[in-house]
């Protein structure tokens, strides 16, 4: 393997994990202050932010080329190629990808918990929570951070289960696209 093609791996890993942290952590809490205090100027500048993050993201994926070539991070080295033993491109994608899915179990498991917790106590309890209680845990009715806690653990989840599928879809050649540009040119 180059270094080229580590550091490209590398930052299609680091795009991957900061658009999902990003869409499912930053959209829903801006999400929850434009429903808390609508304004028109609030909700073009959270749409104009989400809009730049995907756009940073998007770059990161599909223009690492770019990226390492303006960078210039794959110069300088004594040797061109890394010596890896068995490790492949698709095998470091792998391990990636197993690295944030279990990020985002371990990251969202304790809050989807807390929640689900409160959401049953709210419910079971005649006096529901008392005082104390929503001082230490918050508010029993987080229904949306309770959704974002269960729809990361399913995301993670889905990363564990499907890292072989997603890392080969990642590590494709867009061999199909290039010609598509070429001819319509």
């Known amino acids: 393997m180059t270094k080229k093609d580590f550091f490209r791996i590398l930052i299609k890993l680091f795009g991957?994990?900061?658009?999902?942290?990003?869409?499912?952590?930053?959209?829903?809490?801006?999400?929850?202050?434009?429903?808390?205090?609508?304004?028109?100027?609030?909700?073009?500048?959270v749409f104009g932010f989400t809009a730049l993050i995907i756009g940073v993201y998007i770059l990161l994926i599909r223009q690492?080329?770019?990226?390492?070539?303006?960078?210039?991070?794959?110069?300088?080295?004594?040797?061109?190629?890394i010596i890896l033993g068995e490790l492949n491109a698709v095998k470091?994608?792998?391990?990636?990808?197993?690295?944030?899915?279990g990020f985002l179990i371990i990251d969202y498991l304790p809050n989807f918990l807390n929640y689900t917790f409160l959401a049953f106590k709210g419910q079971v309890s005649p006096s529901g929570l008392n005082y104390?209680?929503?001082?230490?845990?918050?508010?029993?009715?987080?229904?949306?951070?309770?959704?974002?806690?269960?729809?990361?653990?399913?995301?993670?989840?889905?990363?564990?289960t499907n890292y072989l599928r997603i890392a080969k879809w990642?590590?494709?050649k867009d061999k199909n696209v290039g010609q598509q540009r070429l001819t319509s040119k």
Not at 92 to 101: N, V
């Open 16 to 45: 991957i994990y900061a658009l999902i942290l990003s869409l499912f952590t930053y959209i829903p809490s801006n999400i929850s202050y434009i429903t808390y205090q609508f304004e028109p100027i609030n909700l073009i500048y």
């Open 64 to 81: 690492t080329d770019r990226i390492i070539n303006l960078l210039k991070i794959d110069k300088g080295f004594d040797d061109e190629r």
């Open 92 to 101: 470091i994608l792998q391990l990636g990808l197993i690295i944030i899915g």
């Open 132 to 160: 104390m209680e929503q001082v230490q845990f918050g508010s029993p009715t987080d229904y949306l951070n309770w959704f974002v806690s269960g729809f990361n653990l399913i995301l993670g989840y889905l990363l564990l």
């Open 170 to 172: 990642l590590n494709r």
